[in-house]
């Protein structure tokens, strides 16, 4: 992960060629929001102003979005953290599905803290790119649902609604579609994700860039990560050449050193889909252990957990400095939302 001095941040062509430049210091752009329980009670009128529709599974929001951008919907799931700009608060929320959503937040808006399980009435601000972006109206904790012990019966007619209602209800699981006959929402988002790779390595091939691309979203989804970051340290680490070996010995695309491949099972580090899977682990283990702290979590990725340890945060180091830098100003021009 140590790869010497980070370059400038140029401008990064997106999915509709505008994701704009952004500019901002470490400081100013993220961290851990504290947590609060949000008011049970603010919850109950919204629920009664919106009349939210419950939405399980938001495929459908995808495939009908002009009705949500007026229609209100209620969501359920675990807050995987919360991130702070100088103008903007955005609450990334995993639902019960397994997709992460976006929540733009108000700054009077009291939040939960990473790790709740929440009920949320939210409004669709976009869906661009298969990244779908809620404005929050409200947020209430909750219990997460319990798996039913053991198999449900199927209902027979005349059963009691009472009891019928006891049952856990099943939640319904986000499944990839084939690698063969992708959905067209689908090969929109790999476009888009084939596009930055080639500003950043224009030698590779459409075909690579594809692998590339592909594992990264695979990846992420599975492991819970925001596909774009993990796209920023690919970037700022090894510019997506996976032949890549830095002087310290890290290796490949997300530059893992010997003794970390090892410790995360890959027997060849220059192995895309070996390295990306370690890559994205990673990161999501550094975000918990820095509980969402996205500055700390990229320091423990390029100097290591010790040095965080020893300095009690990021590392007054100009090489890390730097690097959290470039990554957060990938990620802001990747995720222009993160920074309105």
Known sequence: MKRGIVQAVPRIPGPTSR???IALSVTAVMVLAAGAWANPET????????????????????????????QAVEL?????????????TTVLLRLDGGRAVHLRARPEQTLLAAGQYARIVARLAQDQAG????????????????????AVRTAQPGTRRKAASAAAPAQPRYTLPSRGAPQAKEDRVLDAYERAIAYFNPRLSKERRRVIAGHIIDFSRSIGVDARLVMAVVAAESNFNASATSH?????????????????????????????WAAVRIVRGHLERSEGDIALALACY????????????VPPYR??????????????????????
């Open 43 to 70: 919850y109950e009128q919204a629920l009664q102003r919106y009349r939210p529709v419950t939405v399980r599974d938001v495929s459908v929001v995808s495939s009908q979005p002009s009705r949500f951008l007026t």
């Open 248 to 276: 310290a010995g890290a290796m490949g695309l997300g530059q893992l050193m010997p003794a970390t491949a090892r410790g995360m099972g890959v027997s060849n580090a220059y192995d895309t889909r070996q390295n990306l």
């Open 131 to 150: 990244v779908l972006v809620f404005d929050l109206l409200a947020m209430t904790a909750a219990q997460p649902p319990r798996a039913p012990s053991g």
């Open 302 to 313: 390029n100097a290591g957990p010790g040095a965080v340890r020893k300095y009690g945060g």
């Open 19 to 21: 994701w704009p430049g």
């Open 76 to 88: 359920h799931g675990c807050v995987i953290g919360v991130l702070r700009s100088d103008v903007e």
């Open 319 to 340: 090489e890390t400095q730097n690097y959290i830098r470039k990554v957060i100003s990938i990620y802001l021009q990747l995720a222009p939302e993160m920074a309105r």
